[in-house]
């Protein structure tokens, strides 16, 4: 028994190393600033700070990799997690979309901040300037009702 459990963590850790060699893509393409959020609904600097300390890592370009980031296998689940984030919404690219479709991206957000289900309870767990307190929550709900009001349209 003893020699099948010493097999097993050998193999382990030779998988392990292994897979520090499996390259993962953290290249971000470079932002034009005058397509981003922030810019373009002109955001008081609180929410700017907020919004890019609980949004930007994986909702624009603007992804600052920890050091954990560069090790496998949580690289892999880092990078998807970011991968899938900028395919809901990338704040980076935000004059790209579609201006009939910024009441319901924004409605969503604030569903999404309202119920706490971002930021992501495994992302503030390394990012505590993340964690979005009540107060923070409110400060930015009521800001992106403030910019909701500006993409309804104007009834003759």
């Given amino acids: 028994m003893k020699k099948g459990i010493k097999y097993l963590l050998w193999t382990i850790l030779i998988i392990l190393v292994a897979i520090q ?5 953290r290249e971000m393409p470079k932002s034009d600033e005058n397509k981003d959020f922030l810019v373009i609904t002109q955001a008081p600097e609180d ?3 907020l919004m890019r300390n609980a949004c930007y890592d994986c909702h624009s ?11 496998a296998p949580i ?3 880092i990078v998807e997690h970011i991968v899938d984030g900028k395919d809901h919404l990338n704040f980076s690219n935000w004059s790209t979309y579609d201006f009939g479709d910024y009441p319901n991206i924004l409605k969503h957000m ?5 119920k706490r289900g971002m930021p992501l309870a495994g992302y503030t767990l390394f990012h505590t300037d993340a964690k979005l307190t009540d107060e923070r929550k409110e400060l930015i709900l009521n800001w992106i009702d ?3 009001d500006s993409y309804k349209p104007i009834k003759n």
């Fill in 21 to 25: 060699f499996v390259p993962v893509n």
């Fill in 47 to 49: 929410v700017q700070i």
């Fill in 61 to 71: 370009n603007e992804t600052s990799w920890p050091w954990y980031s560069h090790i």
């Fill in 75 to 77: 690289s892999f689940v």
């Fill in 110 to 114: 604030k569903k999404e901040i309202e």
């Fill in 146 to 148: 403030k910019v909701s």
